[in-house]
């Protein structure tokens, strides 16, 4: 027997569907993890700070908000199952999910809710992953606020790259835009704003070798390489914020879904639909432009609804 919705993700897009969910009577089952980078919690689980999420006045960790998100939906009678899903078959409702690495185990669901969330894509350097979330980051409206009045800086090219260091000139005392190449790849428009804001300095042809000092437990740092010139050189800052994109957990879904040219899963505008009836996606799985927990989790009740309403217009013909 199919389970009615079962939820692929345990971040705050998930958890919301999944509360939203058990209590329209739905009785879903949440499979938390996802084999491709996914991280049971969703991305707030490697967020040691959280302070714009609504309710939170108090300011609140990462994983601590994620335990209150998994204590509401078991609360409300979502079965959480703790593994990784390693297949699915969409061609039909009741569709088709494998979840263990060792040993994969069928469930059947008549809806399906994808939240499998993004991942940041990060340099790869000394010192980068040691000072995760002590001063470096990849996202600066969630850390931001952390280094008012101090100089930071932001590696990147891109729109996203601009949109970060503009908004942490507004916060930070000065920011230090590192790009290797002699030209941005952002559009015009948001390259000339940061071109002529007084409080960033970009470097051209440069790349970040090493993040200093972990053995401070702090940035402090970091060691910069003129690729035309092969130089090296210290720039004394007290955050790093890598903008070089996000990944999307969505390889399982490839040959299923339609995606855009990120790998991001496209839904009807203004819904959480995908192309394949019963399937839904929330969340940073298929928001490359806000990428907020406040937003997935909108999403995430966004997707549960649509179910709801989808299986209750499949029952009443009969299906």
Known sequence: MAHKLVIIGSGPAGHTAAI??????????????????????????????????PGFPERVTG???MDRFKAQSEKFGTKIISEDVVRVDLSASPFKLWYGESD?????????????GARAKWLGIPGEHELENRGVSACATCDGSLFRNQPVAVVGGGDTAMEEALYLANLCS?????????????????????LAHPKIEVVWSSVVQRVLEPKEERVTALVLENVVTHATSELAVEGLFVAIGHVPNTSLFRDWLDLDEAGYIQTVP?????????????GDVQDHVFRQAVTAAGTGCMAAIEAERWLSAREAAGK
């Open 104 to 116: 994969p185990q069928l469930v059947e669901a008549d809806a399906v809710i994808v939240a499998t």
């Open 270 to 282: 203004g819904s959480t639909r995908t192309k394949i009836e019963g399937v839904f996606a929330a």
């Open 174 to 194: 000065k920011v230090t835009l590192i790009h290797r190449r002699d030209s941005f790849r952002a559009s015009k428009i948001m390259a000339q704003r940061v």
């Open 20 to 53: 939203y969910a058990a209590r329209a009577n739905l009785e879903p089952v949440m499979i938390e993890g996802f084999r491709l980078g996914g991280v049971p919690g969703g991305q707030l689980m490697i967020t040691t700070v959280v302070e714009n999420y």
């Open 63 to 65: 994983p601590e908000l």
